[in-house]
């Protein structure tokens, strides 16, 4: 019975197309997964980037549309933020601190471990960015 352990680094580079969007990678994670042959570990979702945020939750539209509205009400772009005297887009580095850039998920027996409503998604919230990156990575053992 083997019991390598070891990390799995994969690099998704994607695209937004609005302002606010919701984009799931659920697929695209569960393969990193598979490809890295880890059975038992964890898998962290990780983008580097100052204005997006990783949710796990349920990808419906009207819940969809229900995320990007939270954020246009309590983070409102015309917010007299200091920051938008420099690049006007205060909102979308204060949504991403408070929602945060990152999710991690068990895995075990080979599986990623998720609730039935939890998708993986990237929130953009100042697209539309040609080049979002997605850093996926696993640790763990085979
Ligand atoms: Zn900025």
Redesign the pocket.
């Known amino acids: 019975m083997s019991n390598e352990c070891l990390t799995y680094t994969k690099v998704l580079t994607i695209s937004s197309r609005r302002k606010f969007e919701l984009i799931r990678i659920t697929d695209e994670v569960i393969k990193a997964v598979r490809e890295s042959g880890i059975r038992n570990g964890l898998v962290l979702v990780f983008v580097p980037h100052?204005?997006a945020a990783v949710i796990a939750n349920e990808y419906e539209h009207n819940i969809v549309q229900d995320y990007i509205e939270w954020v246009r009400r309590y983070v409102p772009q015309e917010g007299g933020w200091r920051?938008n005297m420099?690049?006007d887009?205060?909102h979308?580095?204060i949504a991403s601190a408070i929602i945060g850039p990152s999710r991690t998920f068990p895995i075990v027996n080979g599986e990623v471990i998720r609730g039935t409503w939890q998708e993986i998604m990237v929130f953009e919230l100042d697209g539309p960015r040609y080049r979002r990156k997605v850093i996926i990575q696993v640790v763990g053992c085979k």
């Open positions: 100052a204005t920051h420099i690049d887009n205060a979308a580095h």
